[in-house]
């Protein structure tokens, strides 16, 4: 799936961290979520699934976006 099937909830690529490379949140078409974040290593998750941590501020504006 390509980034720009995403709608993107979170930043507007104006801010400090760049036009991609900001912790974010975006959802697929499908209605499920995408999470771009920094890789955490708090446990070890099973085969096939990853961890990324991102600020709660981010999390806030996302569910904003929503309407939550």
Do not use: H, K
């Not at 912790?23 to 697929?28: E, L």
């Amino acid at each position: 799936m390509a980034r720009e099937e995403l709608t993107r909830l979170t930043g507007n690529g104006n801010g400090e961290c760049g036009q991609g490379d900001c912790p974010n949140v975006y959802r697929t078409a499908s209605g499920a979520f995408v999470v771009q974040g920094d890789l955490s290593d708090a446990f070890t998750p099973p085969t096939g699934e990853g961890l990324v941590e991102i600020p709660e501020s981010v999390l806030r504006e996302a569910v904003r976006a929503l309407g939550w």
